[in-house]
Structure formats: C-alpha cells, structure tokens
C-alpha cells in the first residue's frame, strides 16, 4: 500500500516538472517573435473644400493612410482635435490639416486676394490693434479718430466775410468708418534670438507672444477700391484702430463657410464728438471758476 502511494506521488511530481517545462518552452517561444512594427498612421484631411474663415465641421473632414516617415509633425491624427477650429488658411479637397492652417502662424510669403477686391496693409500696435493677435480668416472693423488739427472750428465774419479761426474748442472726431473687412495675413517681428539669458515670462504670459511689450503688427486686409481709398487718408491724416468682430457674424450657423458679403447687413453708428459726448452721455462740461484776489497793498511813497 505504501509502495503504491509513494509511485503515485512521483508521478504526480513527473508530471508537474513536465507542465513547468511546456510553460516555460511556450513562454520563451512568444517572446522569441518579433513584435510588429506599425508604418503607417491615419492622418485628418480635408473631405471638401474650406474658404479662408470657414468653422471646421465633422463632415467637412476625412482621414488618409499614409507612411509614417511622411507624416508631417504638425499634423493630426485625431479628428476631434480640429472639429470647431477655423481655417485660417484655403484648403482643398483632401489636403492634410496643420497646426500652421488652424493658427494662421508661419511665415507669409504668397498672398491669395480674393476676387474682385484689393489687399491693402495697415500697421497696429497692441492697443490699436486687438493686442496683436488678429488672425486670417477673421473680420474687423476699422475706427479713425480726427483731431482738432484736422478739423480747424472757424467763424465767418458776415460783414467782411472774413473767417476766423477759433481757439480753445475741442474739435476731435471719432466714426467707426469701414465694417466687415477680413484679414487675409499678418506679419509679426521674428521672435527675440534666444541667448539662453531671456527672463522668464511674466505670470499669465503663458511664455508666448501675448504679453505687453509694445510688439507691432501688419494686417492685411481684402478691401474694395473704395474702402482702400478711405484707409490711405485715414493712415494719413488720422489715427486708426481696428476692431475685431465675432466670426459667427459673418458665417452660415449651420455650414460654418462665409457668408456672401451682400448679405452682411453693417451696424449704424453716430460718431463721437465732445458735444455728442455733452449732449448724449451726459459728460460734465468744465465751469470757470473766477477768484477775487485780495487787493494788495500800495508801495508807492
């Protein structure tokens, strides 16, 4: 009887070291296979044509196998990652989406006019120009301030019909002149040589170019003959400024493309003058305060 156990017993431990084996066998055989290497990626595209300023939708877009080695590091791979982003940049039918075509950064060096209009280019700081950050595909508008230089306040002289010019008057205009105009490019200064000495960026610059330093910039707008017209006098004889309108103003809410420009119905405004300022926003007139100095006493002997 305990001959018969013991025999069971090494059998069982026979068997044991012969199931470690196989494991063993099978497990150095699967890590003897070579691990496959991906060499393609799915890349988003274009799946129709987005005009400049065109919101990016989900059936506006479409994803391309391509090798690995060819896909440009500014891509994407995710269409989720471009959904509801603007086109600051043409793009056709099944051209790869960047980063440079979302942001509207690089450098310019074509310039696609549309038809029919004329580029004109103005100068802006970051006061006069949305702090810097307009980008194509965006609308603006323009303001031009005239001052009293501009606007000499005279007075006829009915007897002799001579004019005189009146001093002492606050003659300054201001009028929103131009609306809608969109932005087809933008140059800013190169970037400071990085020396390794920089400072660090103050809080909530986030180290880019958003922060107040005075930086200036080129917009370059697509404008009719006329409107060019009335942009070179104000650049002139003026000081202007743009302001930036939203996007979903001048886009189809349900395609996302542009809007045609007939049917962008502009906003009436008034000017501003001192007067208007005096008569309509209640802005306090400076009264003259007379003094009554005490007489002083006589030095004559």
Do not use: W
């Amino acid at each position: 009887m305990k001959r018969s156990n013991r025999l069971v017993l090494l059998i069982g431990i026979f068997l044991a070291i012969v199931a470690f084996v196989l494991v063993l066998f099978s497990l150095g055989g699967q890590s003897n296979q070579p691990t496959a290497v991906p060499t393609t990626v799915n890349v988003v595209i274009a799946a129709k044509d987005l005009p400049l300023g065109s919101k990016i939708t989900a059936d506006a877009l479409g994803t391309k196998t391509i090798p690995i080695a060819e896909r440009p590091a500014d891509s994407y791979t995710d269409v989720s990652f471009v959904i509801g982003q603007t086109a600051r940049q043409p793009v056709t039918t099944g051209q790869l989406l960047t980063s440079v075509i979302l942001s509207g950064g690089g450098q310019v060096t074509t310039l696609d006019c549309p038809a029919g209009l004329v580029c004109i280019a103005v100068q802006v700081d970051q006061v006069s120009g949305v702090g810097t950050l307009t980008k194509p595909g965006d609308h603006v508008d323009m303001l031009v301030a005239l001052t009293a230089e501009k606007f000499p306040v005279v007075t006829l002289n009915p007897t002799d019909q001579s004019v005189t010019v009146v001093s002492g008057l606050n003659s300054t205009s201001v009028k929103l002149l131009l609306q809608g105009m969109q932005v087809v490019g933008t140059l800013l200064p190169p970037p400071p040589a990085d020396t390794g000495n920089n400072a660090q960026a103050s809080p909530g610059s986030n180290g880019d170019q958003t922060s107040l330093n005075g930086q200036q910039q080129i917009v370059i707008l697509a404008v009719t003959a006329q409107q060019s017209e009335v942009i070179k006098y104000s650049q002139v004889d003026g000081s202007i400024s743009l302001v930036l309108r939203s996007a979903d103003d001048f886009r189809d809410p349900l395609t996302g493309e542009p809007l045609p420009p007939e049917t962008i119905i502009p906003v009436t405004t008034t000017g501003i003058t001192l007067k208007s300022l005096v008569d309509d926003y209640g802005v306090l007139v400076p009264e003259l305060v007379e003094a009554i100095l005490p007489a002083q006493p006589s030095t004559k002997p």
